[in-house]
């Protein structure tokens, strides 16, 4: 479980 990553498949901040 990460820490809240940018995910740049998404461009967006993801939680996941």
Known sequence: L???KR???H???TYQ
Request: without cysteine.
């Open 7 to 9: 995910d740049i498949s």
């Open 2 to 4: 990460n820490d809240g």
């Open 11 to 13: 461009q967006q901040w």
